[in-house]
């Protein structure tokens, strides 16, 4: 079981970046990204449902980011545009095994896997 991650980088406010997350090991029902900034606990970013591809997405992200699914790759990906410093922090890629709900996808505890992590900065 293996979550690999790619992108993020740095970046200038207002610019986008993109992250991807390819999963080995199992067709996992949910995916997302979730991020943790340098003393802040780690909050849901966005997360897809695989089956439906329905997509949840946190308040401070919304119209901003899009979360994408590519099935048959088992691949998921970030595009996060018009980025703000509060943006920068360690993103990482969460798989679940189980199908989560609207109130579940964003606590850290429903997901069975994790990613290495991708660092997120953004200059102002």
């Known amino acids: 079981v293996q979550l690999v991650e790619s992108g993020g980088g740095s970046v200038q406010g207002l610019l986008s970046l993109s992250l991807s997350c390819t999963a080995s090991?199992?067709?996992?029902?949910?995916m997302g990204w979730f991020r943790q900034a340098p003393g802040k606990e780690r909050e849901g970013v966005v997360a897809?449902?695989?089956?439906?591809?329905?997509?949840y997405y946190a308040d401070s992200v919304t119209g901003r980011f899009t979360i994408s699914q590519d099935n048959p790759e088992n691949t998921v990906y970030l595009q996060m545009n018009n980025l703000a410093p509060e943006d920068a922090a360690m993103y990482y890629c969460a798989a679940s095994l189980f199908v989560l709900s609207a109130g579940s996808w964003s606590s850290p505890e429903e997901y069975t896997s994790w990613g290495q992590g991708t660092q997120v900065t953004v200059s102002s």
């Open positions: 090991g199992y067709m996992y029902w949910f």
């Open positions: 897809i449902y695989r089956g439906s591809a329905r997509t």
